[in-house]
């Protein structure tokens, strides 16, 4: 039995680099799970109509992709939800994406795509992980990891470090930036889970506060953000 054949014959079955490089999908690449994919559209109308195509094809394949639409490019991220990796499913809808871009004269520019993960450092991050996805509103993942539900921000992940330790080494923190009448809820929430206020002083422009460890970040809003920034 081929390869292709084993994939089609289980669609549930998460496929790995290998598997996916063996399906020549040379508009796509793959990476964290997911394959990635950049169409340069040159103008908004052009980028709606691939968006709309992808759309039909992704209610026919009962499959759905993430797509940005932006002025100068589309850019579609596919993996079945259901089982958190990439599927025949996902390279069956991926092939036919590109069939539809190369119909509509659309070029694809796989060099460009990338994903930003931010990692952080810490001594144990089962202990400091409610705190990071309660405070940036994230969900919790497998993998020492927490993520946007939304897919717009980024992904935080946990490399456990024993030495770490926020007060000596932490060279960058995050800012999250949230509606003015969410700060103060998402403050108190992210106290319970864990952390602690290290200043309001600033506030209603931000809250600074850091986990277990003293990892700090910043909850911030536009109230006062002038003032805040004389």
């Not at 993996?79 to 509509?104: K, N, P, Q, W, Y």
């Not at 290290?198 to 600074?208: K, L, N, Q, R």
């Amino acid at each position: 039995m081929s390869e292709r054949t084993i994939h089609d014959s289980d669609p549930k079955r998460v496929l790995r680099y290998p598997q996916v490089q063996a399906e020549d999908l040379a508009d796509w690449r793959f990476f964290l799970m997911r394959l990635h994919a950049r169409f340069r559209t040159g103008s908004f109308v052009t980028g709606l109509e691939l968006v709309t195509r992808i759309t039909e094809a992704a209610e026919q394949a009962d499959h759905h992709p993430d797509v940005v639409l932006t002025y100068p490019q589309v850019d579609v991220d596919l993996v079945s939800h259901d089982v958190g990796g990439v599927t025949s499913r996902d390279v069956a809808l991926a092939r036919r994406i590109s069939e539809i871009a190369a119909e509509l004269g659309i070029e694809a520019a796989p060099r460009e795509v990338s994903t930003l993960e931010l990692a952080l450092d810490v001594p144990d991050g089962d202990v400091v992980k409610p705190f990071w996805a309660t405070v940036l509103g994230y969900d919790d993942r497998p993998y020492h990891q927490v993520e946007d539900s939304g897919g717009r921000n980024n992904t935080l992940w946990f490399q456990e470090a024993p030495d770490a330790t926020g007060e000596v080494q932490q060279r960058f923190h995050l800012d999250i930036v949230v509606p003015r009448e969410v700060a103060e809820e998402r403050v108190e929430a992210a106290v319970a889970a864990g952390g602690t206020l290290v200043t309001d002083e600033h506030a209603p422009a931000f809250w600074v506060l850091a986990d277990a460890h003293g990892n700090k970040v910043c909850v911030c809003t536009a109230d006062g953000r002038d003032l805040a920034e004389e």
